[in-house]
Nanobody
Framework: QVQLVESGGGLVQPGGSLKLSCVAP????????MSWYRQAPGKERELVAI????????NYADSVKGRFTISRDNAKNTVYLQMNSLKPEDTAVYYC?????????WGQGTQVTVSS
């Protein structure tokens, strides 16, 4: 079992920035593909960004390209999501995901609200 602990969510005005963090203590973090998902009220959970160790290689949902940046620090067992130029439609619960082979783990989620 992998415990994922997210932090950094909150209330921000449109155009503002937030940085989410997700820590996975006590595991060989580097082997995991790490992702951020989000789920807005009444909508399905969607993939926002993904990062694998090799490269590292990243990929983003079209809706966040150029505004969000995913990164990882394997020495700190942490993955980050830097979110800039936030829009009201970015409002959602953001979840951290860790995957290796057929195993997949989720964090508890952190609320991000973009509103004036």
């Amino acid at each position: 079992q992998v415990q994922l602990v997210e932090s950094g969510g909150g209330l921000v005005q449109p155009g503002g920035s937030l940085k989410l963090s997700c820590v996975a203590p006590g595991v060989t973090f580097s082997v995991y593909t790490m992702s951020w998902y989000r789920q807005a009220p009444g909508k399905e959970r969607e993939l926002v960004a993904i990062i694998i160790t090799a490269g590292p290689t990243t990929n983003y949902a079209d809706s966040v390209k150029g505004r969000f940046t995913i990164s990882r620090d394997n020495a700190k067992n942490t993955v980050y999501l830097q979110m800039n130029s936030l829009k009201p439609e970015d409002t959602a619960v953001y979840y951290c995901n860790a995957r290796v082979g057929r195993y997949e783990f989720w964090g508890q989620g952190t609320q991000v609200t973009v509103s004036s």
